[in-house]
């Protein structure tokens, strides 16, 4: 594929369900992003990861966050019990290297906590 | 704190105006500056940035933005407006010494009227 692919596009679930997000970034980019984007809000940087190199996660909102890159490729959000907070689209972004190279985005996932 | 302020919610144009808006970043040294636009029903895309030299820099679509140090801003121009252009606009900062991720404005929602 040419471009960032995410999967769900929308996911509507129940408060206290888990859920995954899948991010397939570009081929051969390094660097992996997950983002969250509220209702009338910018981008909230949630996790990063670069190559084989720790995953940066201090953007991550509690411990019901996690993500993992499999194989430095495929991506996976997971939120556990969700809440009604977690509602927002969640938008992956890959780079060739660092931050300062052009992010790609993906479409995002719409998350609907009811 | 760090951070990137976009003091401008919401703006309205006539189509054919010319647009500016602006970015200010609170940083003791020069980040890497970016604007990114996101238009309805399309994911984020890269207009321009700015790492060092030349301090007016050429994006996309017609788009320039120009590094003012003593201001400590990066604002956005487009010499006359689009209905296309219609979206979201977001600028962002590489933090100096921080090549991991990209800290984000709020956004300003650009209308155009016809």
């Known amino acids: 594929g040419a471009g960032v692919s995410q999967s769900p596009s929308n996911k509507v679930t129940e408060k206290g369900k888990d859920v995954e997000l899948r991010c397939d970034p570009i081929s051969g980019h390094t660097a992996l992003y997950w983002y969250r984007q509220s209702l009338g809000q910018g981008l909230e940087f949630l996790i990063y990861?670069?190559?084989?190199?720790?995953?940066?996660k201090s953007g991550l909102p509690s411990d019901r966050f996690s993500a993992e890159r499999t194989g430095g490729s495929v991506s996976t959000l997971t939120i556990q019990r969700t809440q009604q907070e977690d509602s927002a689209v969640y938008l992956c972004?890959?780079?060739?290297?660092?931050?300062?190279?052009?992010?790609?985005f993906g479409p995002g996932t719409r998350l609907t906590v009811l | 704190a760090q951070s990137v302020t976009q003091p401008d919610i919401h703006i309205t144009v006539s189509e054919g105006a010319s647009l500016e808006l602006r970015c200010n970043y609170s940083?003791?040294?020069?980040?890497?500056l970016f604007w990114y636009v996101q238009s309805p029903g399309q994911g984020l895309q890269l207009l321009l940035k700015y790492f060092s030299g030349d301090t007016l820099v050429q994006g996309i679509k017609g788009f320039e933005a120009e590094f003012k140090r003593s201001q400590s801003s990066f604002n956005l121009r487009k010499p006359s407006v689009h209905w296309s252009d219609a979206a979201e606009y977001f600028c962002?900062?590489?933090?100096?010494?921080?090549?991991?991720?990209?800290?984000w404005g709020l956004g300003t929602s650009l209308a155009v009227n016809p």
């Open positions: 962002a900062v590489a933090p100096p010494g921080n090549n991991r991720k990209l800290i």
């Open positions: 940083y003791g040294a020069t980040p890497y």
């Open positions: 972004a890959s780079t060739i290297g660092g931050s300062t190279d052009t992010q790609y």
């Open positions: 990861f670069q190559g084989n190199s720790a995953p940066d």
